[in-house]
Every structure is written in C-alpha cells, then in structure tokens.
C-alpha cells in the first residue's frame, strides 16, 4: 500500500460522515465559548505535536519549506519554519471553528474594507468575470466574506467529495455571509459565474500534479493547476493572484500582483499566465512562508519529473507542444477550496458544458 493511498483511504469511508459533522459542530461550539488565545494555544501545539508525530507530513512539510528557504529539508531553519506554520495553522483552524459564532459584520471586519474597494476597478475593467486566485496562506474565509459584505457576487469552488457533510456545514455558513460555494464538478455553474462577469475564487497551491501546467517556483519546476488560465481564456475573464497574511493587529493584510490576462487557449498563453500566478505566488508565501500551511508535496519528487516540466515549458512556449499533458482531461482540474485538509480529487474528463 502506497503512502498516498495509506492517506486517502479514510477520506473515502462514508459511515464516518454523520460523526465527523456533529464533531465539527461540537468543536465550533466550543472554540467560540472559550478564550481564543487558550483554543490557538492549544490547537496551534496540537499541530506541532501531529508535524513531530507523522513522518510522512514532517518529509513533505519540510521539502516543501526547504524550497522556499533555499535549503536543504533536514536543516534546523527549515524544522524551525515548519513547527511555527503548524503552529499557524493551529491559529487558523481556530478562526474557521469560531467563524459561525460571529456575524458576517464581525467577519469582515478581519480585513481592510478600503482596500477591498480597490478591487472594483479591476473587476469592472475585465470583459468577463474576475477569477480570485488563492493560496493556503492567511484567512480566505475573511477575505470572501469582506468582499460579499460589500455586495459583490462572490463564488468559490470547494471540494464536496472528501468531507461532504462538513462541506455542507461550511457552505451554510459561507452561504449566510453571501459568498457561494460551488463544487468542484460543477464547470456548468463555474463558467456561468464568469460569464456573468462575477467574482471566482479558486485555490492554485493544491499540490504537485503531473497534469498541471508546468512553471518554476522557488527556482524548482513544479504545476500549478490548468483551471484558472483555462476558464480566464474562454470567458475573457481576468485573473488576480491574492496574498494574504495575518498583521501584528490580528486584522489580515490583502495584496495583489497585476491583473493578469490570457488572450488565448493556446499553450504558450496558458504556460505565460500561469507562470505570472507561480511568480505572485511565490512572493506571497516569501513574505509570511511561517502563515504558508500547504503540507502535501508541491513539488515532483524526482530530478526526472523535473527535466521533463522544464521540457514540456520549453515546448509550450515555443509552440512545439502542449501545456497540459495529452490524454489526461479536456478540461483541467480548477484547483477545489477545501473545507477540510483532504487530499486533492482526481482529475476526470470535463468538456467545457455548451
């Protein structure tokens, strides 16, 4: 048994729906109804302790830490990043657990309002919709329900697959905020967001896919998921890749790289603006890599796969191949927001719906 299905099987036994729902509402209920500097303290030491305890997510974490330090995974800053991300991931998993106690006022009060309103003009300049495009990195759930308070028709994919009673219970709450969720299968209602020039957002830092578009990220060929330069290209939408990260104030600082236009579906156009994601993503987690709470591989594990994205980048933008391995999909995955911290869904065939 691999070590990818050793940790997918749990995600797939459906009896454990029901338990899992009434554990998240209990944890909720109580994350809000005790101090949260004593639920960070807690879950934030909880995380430390499972990155000391699991080999497998230690290996993971810390080659992926180690790309971004420049260093190798089993140097001693490397393992110091990794435990303050548990850590901040801890502090994270509380915000989401105490977000249904708070109103949708309180939630976006998370995030500067006047800077949001900076967005608009973007959006408004675009022909299509505006595709948001996220990292694990900061609060999502702030920013989603920041932008819904201000009136604005926000969408974001998640997976309803791994987790779908605890789907149900974040879209409820999201939903009470304004912000739709859609499910990752669902491209006929994800085009139509665009098409009706709305607002997407979609997660980019899923993990390492050999069916995704190659890019160089931290100086290391890796993808990044075909999904947001795909939808961009056929519905003239734009794409912005947003940074967020938690300030001294508790509040949570939003940027953003410029809008980012794909003129075409060809290879060479879906290989240039997603390298342009890869590069904003890039800075974003080198600004706050301890707020970066990715803890599956996002790189390839061999030199072999390595040279090979090289080569296949190299193709696409000479025009001598495509950006997207054949024979996988039609339509590319478009990178799931996740209630959860589950596996990625696997690819599947998905023409675009007429």
């Known amino acids: 048994m691999t070590e990818r299905r050793r940790l997918e099987a749990p995600h797939k036994r459906q009896d454990r729906g029901p338990r899992v729902l009434e554990k998240g509402r209990a944890t909720s209920w109580l994350l809000g109804h005790v101090p949260e500097v004593l639920g960070r303290g807690v879950v934030g030491t909880g995380g430390q302790l499972s990155y000391l305890a699991w080999p497998t997510k230690r290996r993971w974490s810390n080659e992926n830490f180690g790309h971004v330090l420049g260093l190798p995974p089993d140097h001693p800053r490397v393992r110091r990043l990794a435990l303050a991300a548990y850590r901040e991931y801890g502090r994270y998993l509380v915000e989401l657990m105490r977000l249904p106690t708070l109103g949708p006022e309180k939630v976006a009060r998370l995030v500067d309002t006047n800077v949001l309103d900076q967005i608009q003009p973007i959006w408004q300049e675009s022909k299509g919709g505006l595709i948001l495009a996220v990292a694990h990195l900061g609060n999502n759930e702030a920013v989603a329900a920041g932008i819904a308070e ?3 028709p926000i969408s974001v994919v998640a997976d309803d697959t791994s987790f779908p009673e605890m789907f149900e219970l974040l879209r409820r709450q999201r939903e009470s905020w304004g912000v739709h969720i859609i499910g990752w299968r669902n491209l006929r209602e994800i085009y139509a967001v ?87 993503l890039q800075a974003a987690i080198g600004a706050a890599p301890e707020q970066w709470y990715n803890f599956k591989p996002l790189w390839p594990a061999t030199r072999e796969e390595s040279l090979e994205l090289e080569r296949r980048a190299a193709a696409a933008l000479a025009g001598t191949g495509p950006a997207i391995v054949e024979g996988t999909m039609s339509e590319p995955p478009v990178g799931p927001a996740s209630p959860g911290r589950q596996a990625a869904p696997a690819a599947k065939p998905a023409p675009e719906p007429s």
């Open 194 to 280: 665009l098409r009706r020039r709305e607002l997407l957002g979609l997660l980019i830092d899923w993990g390492y896919r050999e069916d995704g578009i190659p890019v160089c990220l931290f100086d290391a060929w890796t993808t990044l998921p075909a999904g947001p330069a795909t939808l961009a290209a056929r519905t003239d939408s734009r794409i912005l890749t947003i940074s967020i990260r938690r300030g001294k104030d508790g509040r949570f600082d939003i940027g953003w790289s410029e809008p980012i236009e794909v003129a075409s579906s060809e290879p060479a156009e879906l290989v240039r603006a997603t390298q342009a994601m890869a590069d904003a």
């Open 150 to 152: 201000r009136g604005w």
